[in-house]
T-cell receptor
């Protein structure tokens, strides 16, 4: 595997379910990100982990819970979501302090909340 | 705060037409500027970037020049192909070290044969 991978690619869940999204990067980066992409809205940065510590949480509801066990893996734990949380969730990684802070993105998980 | 404004889409062009997608930004200091592209069913890919004023980023026939005086980073291509159909995002990164990218809303481009 190369680059940034995300699983699952598609997820349908009910509002009472608990599920997790997984992201893995094979680039030797030390910063990882979760973004939410909704139709007709700019990408929304949800969480940033740098050197495995959370450095930013953009007022994301507590029903989204990130976990970064090491520099290669990032999870987004989901529980009691709402239909408006349906979106494409993108993971990205970068080398902290790298030139121009170039981020590499995974293919995303398309989430549908019923 | 920082912001990026890019031209509203969708944009539809014929193959071999000239493409311009406008992007302007507001930021304190001297940000780095990027264009990302998202093909159907995929994540974002970096298309090109520029890290200082007057730099020109280029890739796959696309170009954009960092214009500090007009706070712009317009994307251009001289002759588009059907395979260029995608959504294009302009973005900036400040130099504060907070690892944050600010994106525009994206411009959907469709090229017809």
């Amino acid at each position: 595997e190369t680059g940034v991978t995300q699983t699952p690619r598609h997820l349908v869940m009910g509002m009472t379910n608990k599920k997790s999204l997984k992201c893995e990067q094979h680039l030797g980066h030390n910063a990882m990100y979760w973004y939410k992409q909704s139709a007709k809205k700019p990408l929304e940065l949800m969480f940033v982990y740098s050197l495995e510590e959370r450095v930013e949480n953009n007022s994301v509801p507590s029903r989204f819970s990130p976990e970064c066990p090491n520099s290669s893996h990032l999870f987004l734990h989901l529980h009691t979501l709402q239909p408006e949380d349906s979106a494409l969730y993108l993971c990205a990684s970068s080398h902290r302090g790298g030139p121009g802070n170039e981020q590499f993105f995974g293919p995303g998980t398309r989430l549908t909340v019923l | 705060g920082d912001s990026v404004t890019q031209m509203e889409g969708p944009v539809t062009l014929s193959e071999e037409a000239f493409l311009t997608i406008n992007c302007t930004y507001t930021a304190t200091g001297y940000p780095s500027l990027f264009w990302y592209v998202q093909y159907p069913g995929e994540g974002l890919q970096l298309l090109l970037k520029a890290t200082k004023a007057d730099d020109k980023g280029s890739n796959k026939g696309f170009e954009a020049t960092y214009r500090k005086e007009t706070t712009s980073f317009h994307l251009e291509k001289g002759s588009v192909q059907v395979s260029d159909s995608a959504v294009y995002f302009c973005a900036l990164s400040d130099r504060s070290g907070n690892e944050k990218l600010t994106f525009g809303t994206g411009t959907r481009l469709t090229i017809i044969p």
